[in-house]
T-cell receptor, first 116, second 107 residues
């Protein structure tokens, strides 16, 4: 069964450094998402992406964040200058479509980002 | 505002006992609601959605618009049900999650 994959599984970086988190969505999916979960808190939406552009973003997704689909398979989340509070588990998800009835979002295993 | 509330962070029941995980939501439109589950060392996966009205692994959930609730129920808990359960609401394209309930089934 196809799955969303994410690399790396764990990333440790120093405050102020740039990080790129990578995701390979399911191949026939058209919608891509990033969520994050700070330890002990709820899973929060960051951004959705469709047709090579951001379709929705949360207030968390400020100028230090960016997303890109650099080729036909990868979907990346870049944090330009990491802060301690960016430490979290970052989940990528994809869905075939956004339709009614709503389509299921399939989640990757997550990347644990630790900012020191 | 879109909000999902799961009042219990932890829930512990004995094997064979009934389980109910509570979920309340706040949404101005017609909600699309889901339960996601995360077993130990596994990814988040969809357990069930209200529109399908099906029972998955013995779990059911009924949308009660009057009480704005979508509680997850199972009549007889099994040890393999131990996991983290998240109630989620689909608002436009994003999922809005509750805090999650860690369910532990004791033998």
């Amino acid at each position: 069964e196809p799955e969303v994959t994410q690399t790396p599984s764990h990333q440790v970086t120093q405050m102020g450094q740039e990080v790129i988190l990578r995701c390979v969505p399911i191949s026939n999916h058209l919608y891509f998402y990033w969520y994050r979960q700070i330890l002990g808190q709820k899973v929060e939406f960051l951004v959705s992406f469709y047709n090579n552009e951001i379709s929705e973003k949360s207030e968390i997704f400020d100028d230090q964040f960016s997303v890109e689909r650099p080729d036909g398979s990868n979907f990346t989340l870049k944090i330009r200058s990491t802060k301690l509070e960016d430490s979290a588990m970052y989940f990528c998800a994809s869905s075939e479509a956004v339709t009614v009835p709503v389509d299921e979002q399939y989640f990757g295993p997550g990347t644990r980002l630790t900012v020191t | 505002a879109q909000r999902v509330t799961q009042p219990e962070k932890l829930l512990s029941v004995f094997k064979g006992a009934p389980v109910e995980l509570k979920c309340n939501y706040s949404y101005s439109g017609s909600p699309e609601l889901f339960w996601y589950v995360q077993y130990s060392r596994q990814r988040l996966q969809l357990l069930l959605r209200h529109i399908s009205r099906e029972s998955i692994k013995g779990f059911t959930a009924d949308l009660n618009k009057g009480e704005t609730s979508f509680h997850l129920k199972k009549p007889f808990a099994q040890e393999e049900d131990s996991a983290m359960y998240y109630c989620a609401l689909q608002g436009a394209q994003k999922l809005v999650f509750g805090q999650g309930t860690r369910l532990t089934i004791n033998p």
